[in-house]
């Protein structure tokens, strides 16, 4: 089965504080896809990142940086220097073949709620 | 502008009923997606689309019923079957239902049962 966890349920940070958003998961399968999503006030989850089980490299986008770690079945966000508007719930989820189909099921973590202060 | 649209944003509805909530998009995406969200559990997947005039039931699909009549439209039904109806709903597509395919997210309805 697969398994998303999130255990930092919320953080708190003063603005230019850099934060790191913990994600674990679980799957049996060899092939899969991770992600992130960030979900703003208005509700709507927007896309950050993709990264497949294959591709270990970190990757950095501006303030935003991921690291991916295959020994650790881990996949963690940070943002550096964070901002007010970096303020949302950010959710971690695993895409796999589960069951041999072709359909990629997403499965979600709890989210983390990041609130950034003035 | 490229997009998925949900309304209505707020829904009140009374024990008993049923009640339709709308998702369209126009990003010409095959597959579609209903998630529910409730606070502390994340998305769960209630129902699914690949195809036009098919679609395949998600995690928590008791209570719910869908249809995918046009590639644009997947409209979700609540049913007063559904016990505790009370919470965030979102649509979703992706260009095709693969693995690797990041889905876009509409806006969410957020239903309270009165």
């Known amino acids: 089965a697969q398994k998303v966890t999130q255990a930092q349920t919320e953080i708190s940070v003063v603005e230019k504080e850099d934060v790191t958003l913990d994600c674990v998961y679980e799957?049996?399968?060899?092939?899969?896809?991770l992600f992130w999503y960030k979900q703003p006030p208005s509700g709507e989850l927007v896309f950050l990142i993709r990264?497949?089980?294959?591709?270990?490299q970190n990757e950095i986008s501006g303030r935003y940086s991921w690291n991916f770690q295959k020994s650790t079945s881990s996949f963690n966000f940070t943002i550096t220097a964070s901002q007010v508007v970096d303020s949302a719930v950010y959710f971690c989820?695993?895409?796999?073949?589960?069951?041999?189909?072709?359909?990629?099921?997403?499965?979600f973590g709890q989210g983390t709620i990041l609130t950034v202060h003035p | 502008d490229g997009g998925i649209t949900q309304s209505p944003k707020y829904l009140f509805r009374k024990e008993g009923q049923n009640v339709t909530l709308s998702c369209e998009q126009n990003?010409?995406?095959?597959?579609m997606y209903w998630y529910r969200q409730d606070p502390g559990q994340g998305l769960r997947l209630i129902y699914y689309?690949?195809?036009?005039?098919?679609?395949q039931k998600g995690d928590i699909a008791e209570g719910y019923s869908v249809s995918r009549e046009k590639k644009e439209s997947f409209p979700l039904t609540v049913t007063s079957a559904q016990k505790n109806p009370t919470a965030f709903y979102l649509c979703?597509?992706?260009?095709?239902?693969?693995?690797?395919?990041?889905?876009?997210f509409g806006p969410g309805t957020r239903l309270t049962v009165l």
């Open positions: 689309s690949q195809i036009v005039n098919d679609f």
């Open positions: 979703a597509s992706s260009s095709h239902d693969y693995t690797y395919n990041e889905q876009f």
């Open positions: 989820a695993l895409s796999t073949n589960a069951g041999g189909t072709s359909y990629g099921k997403l499965t």
């Open positions: 990003l010409n995406h095959d597959a």
């Open positions: 799957t049996r399968d060899t092939t899969y896809y």
């Open positions: 990264r497949n089980s294959f591709d270990e």
